[in-house]
């Protein structure tokens, strides 16, 4: 469910005007030659955009890649994509807000997604949320949000944590990813989709006799 | 039967292009460029392969679409993989990164199209990761680039992650979001192949379908074709997930018994557990249930069953659980992901959501249902997209087939409130006082 703020006396939400002053002016292209931008995510972005026959192709990289500076699409962050791709901040938010991955306010640096959709629910996806809420226990760098399908149902009920897919697990398994986390060292590791052999008889060599530990080094 | 895609996938260091040049890799690429680009096109056509993205679209007639004309023209391959239920392009891009990339280049020279891209989920980092490298041993063994193999052609392949978007899997959507923008859906027509990725003609497919290409040019279309029965030809991996023992990606021959994938290939439900009804294809899908186990695995019987294959992922619902959970989570998903562009699909999804929270909760009335279903059919055919047909189709159907369960549940939950029984429908019309 969205937390939207309501109101007793009707929707107006602080804020819900903001974009629609008629006395204030749409925000131009910020000058790059004023807008500070970190040497390494400038080279970054323009790097994406020369991969692409029209530079704008590189919208998403960019925001991807500004994030990882800044933690969140902050404004600043905005104010830089859009001054280093010469194009508006307005249109970079717009792009901003319409994807999951990009956060639109600050969160902690450790990202876990629990997939809660339908094949990971049918097994206790929403259980696991709750049980790593409870693991991580209001901790302010824990980012856990409840994520759509995220395409690896065979180790349901799963969760990507900081982008490395683990499942199946169990409620008992959260207190251990929070820790794994905390210490810093590799997620889950004997969970982990890399190592995860295919399901179909077909996929095995020597008769199943291989690991596929060794698949993705 | 023959594994074409998942043959010994698991083999260490497949996704080196060491490893599979020495399982014959690369050699379809180097017979495809000897061959003249409309011998190419005929042996796809013959092949009679269907996309395997969903839609199910004859991967030779998209091809023929793309035309001639010396200009540029595009290639992207759909690794967005939203579809919930699905995952087996997850595990073809992570094990056997090559082989989409081999597939990509014969279908980029049969259309000739000089610039190519992976679109792939932002949330699949391992397999982008993977793809990268690929990508990169390919361009450095002249697989890609300038002048491939001496061939005097050209092709340029970029990598571009996403960023969390169920509609990014929806190709117009997709091309937006490619051009970076938000991921709306564009109006058809013009179709892709004649207005698509920077209003050039483009073609794009599903990771499964380009990955198959290989083995087509191998084996030569009509070979291909004998794999699976009549207008389903070849092989499909299919993701089955829910409730079943062994979870998890097979690869089938088209029209299979479908009792046989369930129960066979993935153990179905639980000791003591029957299955109650399951998705053929994708949450998208409308549901069958334990009664129609014994239809073939194909796309004629599945449409004929007033269902469809889909994007081939068979999601089990055991009798343990509640319809109006499962209908209430798909509601919420394709509420969630709806682009907001079409009012029946960014309404219907929103409306649809909130009186299944009604029917959860028990303020509903049996009344409510009928409303549920008369929205699904508002939706179904009036959206630039299938994203509300999406939602429309599989709740609508299940509405349909376990209404007593819907019916009894409302009563339940009202009894529970303290709402009382349900009152009995009106014999007469309701006076009006105004």
């Known amino acids: 469910m969205t937390d939207v703020t309501r109101f007793t006396h009707g929707s107006r939400i602080p804020g819900w005007d903001d974009s629609v002053d008629p006395n204030k002016a749409p925000a131009g292209i910020p000058d790059l030659a004023t807008t500070p931008v970190p040497a390494e995510l400038r080279e970054e972005i323009q790097a994406e955009m020369a991969k692409y026959p029209v530079f704008r192709s590189a919208l998403i990289p960019a925001l991807h890649a500004a994030q990882r500076v800044h933690g969140w699409c902050s404004p600043e962050a905005i104010e830089q994509v859009a001054a280093v791709m010469g194009i508006t901040p307005g249109e970079v938010a717009a792009v901003a807000t319409f994807y999951d991955m990009f956060e639109t306010k600050p969160v902690g640096t450790q990202t876990i997604y629990v997939c809660t959709n339908i094949s990971c629910s049918l097994r206790g996806g929403p259980k696991i949320l709750e049980a790593m809420r409870a693991a991580a226990d209001g901790d302010a760098d824990f980012n856990i949000r409840a994520f759509e399908c995220l395409g690896a149902c065979d180790m349901a009920p799963m969760a990507s944590v900081n982008g490395e897919f683990v499942g199946p697990l169990a409620e008992s398994d959260c207190a251990q990813i929070v820790a794994d986390l905390k210490g810093g060292g590799e997620v889950l590791a004997a969970k982990q989709l890399r190592v995860r052999p295919c399901a179909d008889e077909a996929g095995r060599v020597d008769g199943g006799q291989t690991t596929t530990s060794e698949v993705t080094q | ?251 089938i021959e088209l029209g299979m018994s479908s009792r046989d994938i369930i129960f066979g290939l993935a153990g179905g439900p639980d000791e003591g557990r029957e299955v109650k009804f399951w998705f053929p294809g994708g949450s998208s899908s409308p549901v069958l249930t334990a009664a129609d186990l014994d239809i073939t695995y194909d796309f004629d019987a599945m449409a004929k069953a007033g269902t469809m294959l889909g994007s081939g992922a068979i999601i089990v619902v055991d009798d343990s659980n509640s319809v109006v959970d499962v209908a209430l989570t798909l509601a919420s998903f394709y509420k969630h992901e709806s682009c907001g562009k079409c009012t029946p699909c960014r309404e219907g999804t929103n409306w649809t959501v909130k009186m299944l929270q009604r029917v959860q909760s028990g303020e509903a009335t049996p009344m409510d249902l009928d409303i549920i279903a008369s929205v699904q059919e508002q939706i179904i055919g009036n959206c630039l997209c299938v994203l509300g047909d999406a939602m429309a189709m599989p709740v609508g159907s299940l509405v349909a087939k376990f209404r007593p369960e819907f019916e009894s549940h409302i009563e339940a939950a009202r009894e529970r409130n303290g709402l009382g029984l349900t009152p009995p429908p009106a014999s007469e019309e309701p006076v009006l006082s105004l």
Request: charged content about 25%; aromatic content about 8%.
């Open chain 2, 1 to 251: 039967m023959s594994a074409i895609l998942f043959d010994r996938i698991d083999e260490p260091g497949l996704n080196d292009i060491a490893t599979y040049e020495r399982r014959g890799g690369y050699e379809a690429l180097r017979k495809a460029l000897a061959q003249p680009r409309e011998g190419l096109l005929e042996e796809l056509k013959a092949s009679g392969l269907r996309g395997r993205g969903g839609a199910g679209f004859p991967l030779g007639m998209k091809a023929s679409f793309i035309p001639g004309a010396d200009i540029d023209k595009y290639l992207v391959c759909n690794a967005d993989e939203s579809e919930p239920g699905t995952f087996k392009d997850r595990e073809l891009m992570q094990k056997n990164p090559h082989m989409l990339i081999e597939g990509m280049i014969i279908a980029a020279f049969t259309v000739g199209a000089n610039r190519s891209f992976i679109y792939i989920r932002g949330e699949y980092v391992l397999q982008a990761d993977v793809l990268e490298q690929a990508i990169a041993q390919a361009k450095a063994a002249g697989f890609l680039g300038e002048n491939i193999l001496d061939s005097g052609f050209s092709l340029d392949l970029v990598l571009h992650r996403g960023a969390g978007a169920y509609i990014c899997g929806e190709e117009t959507g997709l091309l937006d979001s490619l051009e970076g923008k938000r991921g709306n859906p564009r109006l058809k027509p013009p179709f892709p192949a004649n207005q698509g990725l920077f209003q050039g003609p483009t073609l794009i497919n599903n990771v499964e379908t380009l990955a198959t290409i290989p083995a087509i040019i191998r084996m030569g279309g009509s070979e291909y074709a004998k794999l699976g029965i009549e207008n389903s030809a070849g092989t499909k991996l299919v993701s089955v997930s829910g409730n079943v023992q062994r979870p998890g990606n097979y690869e």
